[in-house]
């Protein structure tokens, strides 16, 4: 399975941005969907991860803000930002995990996609 994600750019606080990740390769439409970010000197974290059947799950710091979705009929899976923070300045990343089932656990997606930067300015 491939990933390619894209959409970043820079923004203005209060800005939207929309993500983007198209995948290829696999049964897109039997996989759960993730987005995790990694801001510069800190891990990566959960942002948002949808499943199978469409049950998303936010981390607390975007919910009410970011909204994650699919399309199987384009094996996409997008990711909304609205209301962006300076702190949600970071590189994004999309995976991809097999057994359809949504986590907020990076260590149980099987695929990544290369990234994609948010800059988000005050």
């Known amino acids: 399975v491939q990933l390619q994600a894209s959409g970043g750019g820079l923004v203005q606080a209060g800005g939207s941005l929309r993500l983007s990740c198209a995948a290829s390769?696999?049964?897109?439409?039997?996989?759960?969907m993730g987005w995790f970010r990694q801001a510069p000197g800190k891990e990566r974290e959960f942002v948002a991860a949808?499943?199978?059947?469409?049950?998303?799950y936010y981390a607390d710091s975007v919910k009410g803000r970011f909204t994650i979705s699919r399309d199987s009929a384009k094996n996409t899976v997008y990711l909304q930002m609205d209301s962006l923070k300076p702190e949600d300045t970071a590189v994004y990343y999309c995976a991809a995990k097999a057994n359809g089932l949504g986590s907020s656990d990076q260590y149980r997606y099987d695929y990544w996609g290369q990234g994609t930067l948010v800059t988000v300015s005050s």
């Open positions: 390769g696999g049964t897109f439409s039997t996989y759960a």
């Open positions: 949808i499943s199978w059947k469409h049950i998303t």
